[in-house]
């Protein structure tokens, strides 16, 4: 009898622990568009809540990118707010999201696409081991270069455009966001 209620006390144990560091660690995930981020939640399940994402969630949408998002991955979002979307030229989303333009618009949508896990420390650790700059492929194969200084991370697309990391390490089941405050675009 005692071995059954030792071994009923040590499982109740190991279950709270489990319960509280699964709560902790969404809990410690930072909050994006007002909305609280999951670990246990892919890409897409996380950002359809941020009121910050609601332009990108329907470009993804409108790209047929919500099945490849929702995937296995890893992949590393670079996840442009909508006054990013917003500061584009008049009229450049809309146009985008026509079915006309899908192929343009799932082009700069996968160049903010890294098909791996990069943590802004990662990111950190390689621009330190490349001297200043570290130039990483896209999804839609884009070159972009990270760059660090003073724990603050951007990202200059092929363009020149240059997007600061406002929030990092945003964590997801199938890999992690970094919300960026400019949209990135290819080389046309």
């Known amino acids: 009898m005692t071995i059954s209620l030792r071994a009923l006390s040590v499982a109740a144990v190991l279950s709270f622990g489990a319960l509280t560091g699964t709560a902790a660690f969404a809990q410690d995930n930072p909050m994006v568009g007002g909305a609280a981020m999951y670990a246990d939640k892919n890409i897409v399940e996380n950002a359809v809540n941020s009121a910050d994402h609601t ?54 949508l ?31 194969g884009c070159k972009l270069t990270l760059k660090a200084d003073g724990g603050k991370v951007t990202v200059t697309d092929e363009n020149g455009t240059v997007a600061n990391v406002t929030i990092a390490d945003v964590l997801q089941s199938n890999g992690v966001i970094h919300v960026i405050d400019k949209v990135l675009t290819p080389k046309m």
């Open 55 to 108: 332009t990108l969630v329907a470009a993804v949408k409108a790209a047929g990118l919500v099945e490849t998002l929702s995937g296995p991955g890893p992949f590393t979002v670079l996840a442009p707010t909508n006054e990013a979307f917003d500061a584009l030229p008049a009229g450049t989303v809309e146009t985008l999201l026509k079915p006309e333009n899908k192929d343009q618009l799932t082009k700069i």
């Open 110 to 140: 996968t160049c903010h696409v890294i098909p791996a896990k990069a943590l802004s420390t990662d990111i950190v650790s390689m621009v330190e081991a490349d001297g200043g700059e570290h130039v990483v492929d896209t999804v839609g």
